[in-house]
């Protein structure tokens, strides 16, 4: 728990901090008092933490980087193809971002999202400026993300709705063939799969 | 699937919203993810509404700016979070400082 890493990546213990230990002192008085159980906050801590993140769309990503079969599937019926993943209740369609097309996802109306695969919306995709720029300029919205592409890459916008929501496949970044499933998986951000940015090498998405 | 989180905890915009990461909530160190928990735990179970610990939260926060206090988000939510337990009648300071002092000798290792 209080173990970090240094530059050289070795391990070292530190002491315990004055917040640490002050915050396991009011756990225990109110476990005590049995306001709190420990393990509901386990269980809560890790819900939020993979409930928050995009974690259920990564995997999905990366299945579909190392299964052929599994991509077809889920560009043919995104929402059938994430229900074999034990993810549900929206209907989704997925884009798929190749060499000579990059796909973008906006709500021009509201904030409708795939939640459930990544998780709860940034601020600013609830933003009115994301929200009308995306259409009117996406070229100059994505090189603001940080995401130059070239002239001759078409940009593709998938407005979402109450009905259906979309989700970019993101292409698989170069370099990464000896790479797990699991691996890849941390490669997915959910910027890459709203399409404001690509998925990295490893090198780069450590950076 | 687990039920997704609140909306209500995970969409707080203002100066009081979640510290997050790709979207990803960030504890940096374990001990705020346990505050966190004990505070959603609690408001789960009806100790409190979550609007009033999000109202002691902003006021901290609005506290430690005016102050220029360096403290890091989750130090003043641990501060909003003993101020509303205080103000419920849920936790005894001084049986706190007590039990932190169990904890710092050693006497005390486990939360149980």
Redesign the interface.
């Given at each position: 728990?209080?173990a970090a890493h240094d530059e050289h990546g070795h391990h070292h213990r530190e002491p315990e901090?004055v917040?640490?230990?002050?915050?396991?002192?009011?756990?225990?008085?109110?476990?005590e008092?049995k306001?709190?159980?420990?393990e509901?906050?386990?269980r809560?801590?890790s819900?939020?933490?993979?409930?928050?993140?995009?974690h259920h769309g990564a995997k999905v990503v990366a299945r579909a980087w190392v299964d052929p079969a599994y991509r077809a599937r889920l560009l043919a019926d995104g929402t059938a193809a994430i229900e074999e993943l034990?993810?549900?209740?929206v209907d989704l369609q997925v884009v798929e971002n190749t060499p000579g097309v990059h796909n973008l996802v906006v709500c021009t109306l509201c904030s409708c999202y795939p939640?459930?695969l990544?998780?709860?919306p940034?601020?600013w995709y609830k933003s009115f400026e994301y929200r009308s720029r995306a259409v009117r300029e996406p070229r100059v919205v994505l090189r603001e993300f940080g995401v130059d592409l070239p002239a001759s890459t078409e940009i593709r916008i998938w407005d979402s709705s109450a009905e259906l929501r979309y989700l970019v496949l993101p292409e698989r970044p170069a370099g990464t063939e000896r790479l797990s499933e699991a691996e890849l998986a941390k490669l997915v951000?959910?910027?890459s799969m709203i399409g404001v940015a690509v998925a990295q090498p490893p090198a780069a998405a450590a950076r | 699937m687990e039920p997704l989180p609140s909306r209500e905890i995970a969409d707080m915009t203002g100066v009081e919203a979640l510290p997050r990461k790709n979207g990803e909530l960030v504890f940096d160190e374990a001990w705020q993810g346990r505050i966190f928990g004990m505070t959603v735990a609690m408001s789960h179970e009806a100790c409190f509404a979550w609007r009033e610990f999000q109202a002691h939260l902003i006021e901290e926060i609005a506290h430690a700016e005016r102050e220029g206090e360096p403290s890091s988000y989750y130090e003043r939510w641990l501060h909003a979070f003993e101020q509303l337990l205080a103000d419920k009648g849920l936790l005894d300071a001084a049986a706190l400082a007590e039990r932190t002092r169990d904890f710092e000798s050693g006497r005390r290792d486990d939360v149980f």
């Open positions: 728990m209080s901090s917040l640490s230990l002050r915050v396991r002192a009011l756990e225990s008085l109110l476990v008092k306001l709190v159980s420990s509901a906050v386990d809560l801590v819900a939020y933490e993979q409930d928050i993140g995009p034990g993810f549900g209740g939640h459930a990544i998780g709860l940034p601020v951000t959910r910027d | -």
